[in-house]
């Protein structure tokens, strides 16, 4: 028990010390790595410093024009709907116009419908009103006797 325990121990130590040449081998490419870019991100000369400087200034003139097109693209799609909308809003209010027009015209005829049935109905009453008196028996006129006929007056 107690030997194997050593050989773990062994491979332990062993392990630990072949891990130390390795971290040394990666660290040394991690720096020089680190310090080529940082040479490469900081320009040398004067030259460069200004070659710097005028690409900036074209990548922002170049995302300001890129803003400045959209801009433009954005007003004609506004500029556009917006003649939509005055047409679509002219079109509802014609169609408006012909609504209350037929509205009317459809209340004049209820309207119309409404005194045509008041004087048919007052037609028929007065028709109907004639048709009992005619039926009924001539009432008896003044000076007239209770059994005599009445008079027939005949046109000559």
Known sequence: MIETLMWCGVG??????????????????????????????????AKEIQADKDLLRAQFAMALRQLELNIEELRDKSADQLGRLGKTSAEINALRVELDKRSTYILALKTREALRRSVIRKTVKLLLYLFVRSRRQPQLRFGQARGAPAKVVRAA
């Open 12 to 45: 332990l130590l062993g392990g630990c010390l072949l891990s130390l040449l390795f971290i040394s081998l990666v660290h040394d490419r991690a720096v020089r790595m680190t310090t080529r870019k940082l040479a490469e991100a900081v320009p040398l000369t």
